[in-house]
Nanobody, 128 residues
Framework: QVQLVESGGGLVQAGGSLRLSCATSRRIVGIYTMGWFRQAPGKEREFVVAIAGNGGRTYYTDSVKGRFTISRDNAKNTIYLQMNSLKPEDTAVYYC?????????????????????WGRGTQVTVSS
């Protein structure tokens, strides 16, 4: 089992920025695919972005493309989610997850069933 701990959530006004962090208990970053998902109140959990371990290719959901950026620090075993130009619809609990499978298509990185371990989440609230 891999422990994942998210941090950096909070309250921000629309148009503002926030950076989330996900620390892992083992050297996972740079080896396995890491992803960010979110769940808004009363809605299903949805994919946000993922980064592959080998090569670091990324895949973003359309709604955050150009606003959010995923990055990693292999030495710190940590991934980040830089969120800019935040909108009220970005309000959700954000979860970090790891997938041990190798993906041959970018779209498969957006399938939450492919992920094996999950953090407890961090709340992001964007006010209008």
């Amino acid at each position: 089992q891999v422990q994942l701990v998210e941090s950096g959530g909070g309250l921000v006004q629309a148009g503002g920025s926030l950076r989330l962090s996900c620390a892992t208990s083992r050297r996972i970053v740079g080896i396995y695919t890491m992803g960010w998902f979110r769940q808004a109140p009363g809605k299903e959990r949805e994919f946000v972005v993922a980064i592959a371990g080998n090569g670091g290719r990324t895949y973003y959901t359309d709604s955050v493309k150009g606003r959010f950026t995923i990055s990693r620090d292999n030495a710190k075993n940590t991934i980040y989610l830089q969120m800019n130009s935040l909108k009220p619809e970005d309000t959700a609990v954000y979860y970090c997850a790891v997938a041990r499978s190798a993906f041959t298509a970018d779209q498969t990185m957006g399938v939450q069933e492919n992920y094996d371990d999950w953090g407890r989440g961090t709340q992001v609230t964007v006010s209008s």
